[in-house]
């Protein structure tokens, strides 16, 4: 008889029967390409720098994971160092991906990076060689993959050679080891030299990973315009600028929060301040039928040269709830005016 066993495999997703992917999962997405390359990436993506790490509840993790994906969030973030401790959400990822994901690795879209502080002595962090090189090596290993398709220079350094960094993500594209590159706070002048190094040596750098919010406009005036004319995509960081813009501070500080917990970067203070801005936009949020988060979110997406819009949650509903801003993308012109005379004092 026919020896069918290695047929049998193809295809057969048995091992991972306790998650079977929404069916419709890309029926409400949309994907916007990146800069003038072959990507797509999702209008919002999620990002893993909190809820990932060895402190959180990892069935809360994987079930935002699932959600995600479920809603045709193809796009994962990460860092060597997000966690904490350093380096555990990239390891929790690597669990959670070999129990879930593993067989839809070509649908996903894995972004890594390297440049802030990792490991002890002088070559743990910034943009050295020697840095990028090894980084990449253990964050696939944390990961459980073979490449990314994403690779960061995650902040510039002032003291190496800008041609040494770029030198070093080219080795990693060459290696097999990143499909693409991109770069992360970077100013305007540094994304200006490292662009034409780059593109000299044809590597396949694609994107500029920058904060993003109606708190934060600053990319706005040089960032954005030379992203758009080096033809390079954008995606937004802390869009929700890390929880503040929800309705959840507005009566207080929910024990649960960002702004609570102890070793974030966000702190009560900065939540006050920000307070009578939030209070403003939330009337305008509510006027326009939608939650300020979603409203958050949608103005980002409207706005020119933005390719994704990468969002944290700290729960499942969170994400499905951050999701419905693609439900109401559109703006009067009345209330991007009312938006803009509150928030330009951020640019
Ligand atoms: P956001 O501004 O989207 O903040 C996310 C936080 O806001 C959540 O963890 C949650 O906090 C709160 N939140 C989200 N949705 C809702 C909701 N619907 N209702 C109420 N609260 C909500 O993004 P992050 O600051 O988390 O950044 C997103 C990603 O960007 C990171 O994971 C990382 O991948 C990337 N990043 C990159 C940086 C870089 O240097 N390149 C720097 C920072 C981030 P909680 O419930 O805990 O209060």
Redesign the pocket.
Known sequence: MLDKSHLMKINDKSQYKNYLPNLKRYETMSYNRCGRSGVLLPSIS??????FGNYDIQANAEAILRTAFDNGITHF???NN?GPPYGSAETNFGILYNKNFKAYRDELFIAS?AG?DMWEGPYGNYGSRKHLMASIDQSLQRLNLDYVDLF?H??PDPETPLEETAIALRDIVQQGKALYIGI??YQNNQIEEITPLLRDMKVPFIID?A?Y?MLDRKIETEILPSLINNNLGAIA???????M??D?YIDGI?T????A?NKTYLDTQTVQEKLPVIKKLNEIAEQRGQ?L?QMAISWLLNQKGITSV??????PN??I??LKSLNHLEFTNKELDLIDKLTNQFK
């Open positions: 999620l990002g893993l720098w909190h809820n973030d990460l860092a997000y990076k802030y960061y995650h902040r992360s706070n990973q904060r919010s960081f802390s869009p929700l600028a890390q929880g813009l929800t959840k929910p649960n929060s960002r702004a917990k939650k988060h990468l969002v944290g949650a700290s729960s969170q994400l709830d951050n």
